[in-house]
């Protein structure tokens, strides 16, 4: 396949919280001479760093919580900046291809689209199905989500991380070319097996990797944490986001069960060092107790248990009808209802079997659950 040219991927918030952008980014930067990142200062990192890959990032840097806090104005005047710079890289003859990740970068695309020249290929990715009802009226927000469907008819192409979120979007236009893209690791990030043996383990490490919130079973872990499963002592490491009224609730448990001292809290940090978090730890917690569109359409989507899998690590996952229907031949997927028996059980066998399990789990990622094996399905042609 020919190098194109230019290709520039615009998203509003830093890749870096979007790992599956930063899968596609290291991909693209093969087919090009030049990939543009248009973004929002959110990350004072930028990852990957090729030597053909720049980013353009908008504003002084604010995490994108500082950023959801700024008045309508400030929001206003962000986003025209970043529509802006959308369109400075993007209507140059360079362009072969814009690519849009998520509704806002798509909104963009639908003010400036008429200035930009015939021959640049447009794509549209959504990682979460937007809510106009969860926005207020009129914001950016909003916006995005109210013309993301308009806006949509002028893609050349379209994904999703899950074929199920396509139901959301019956007025597709026949003439734009659909296409799953997994949000799978990619191969290029995780490119080593876990070496670390839980024999050799005292203490069993259960990560959950995410935003830190209520219905995920991190209180009735918690409630394990004292007593110990098989034999052998439990810590739980949360790594992610966490609003500090939560927080204090998981600590007041923790203290409460003589367990504060088993409750490793992480935080937010850069994806490029996630990895040898993930390898840390031994088992992957993928208990996801919503019932919105994002929690119900999980199967594919969620980059996070499959994370784990490239580790090596086998996973608790919640026990429904959408994990079911993509992980029920998987051994080293072991399914709970959430409950202290159920975990007690579940953590217990992974332990009993946790050689096999993890060896599975790499193998699988390996043949089946990495980003390039969807990838390399969508090569766009000029």
Known sequence: MKKYNRIVVSIYIHPDFYPPTINAINNLAEKCDELIVVTRNNCKEDYP???NIKFVKIGSYATPYESASKNLIFKTIAFLKFTFKVLQYSKSK?????ISYDPIPLFSYYLINWLLPKTVQCWYHNHDIPEINVNSKFS????AAKY????LQKMHYFTLPSDDRLVYYPNLNPKTKYALIANYPSTRIYNQARQTKLEEAETIKILYQGSISKGHSLEEIILLLNKGVSGKKLQLVLKGPVREQYKNELNVIATAN???NCVDWIGVG???DLQAITKS???GIAIYKGTDVMNKTLGTASNKIYEYAACGLPILVYDNEQFRKYLSNYKWVVFTNGSIESLNKSISYIIDNYSDLSKQARADFEQYFNFE???KLLEPTS
């Open 258 to 260: 003589n367990a504060k």
């Open 281 to 283: 730890c031994h088992i």
């Open 140 to 143: 950016i927000g909003w916006l």
């Open 94 to 98: 360079k362009t072969d291809w814009l």
């Open 148 to 151: 993301e469907q308009k806006a």
């Open 373 to 375: 094996q969807y990838f």
């Open 49 to 51: 760093n090729g030597s």
């Open 270 to 272: 850069l994806y490029k």
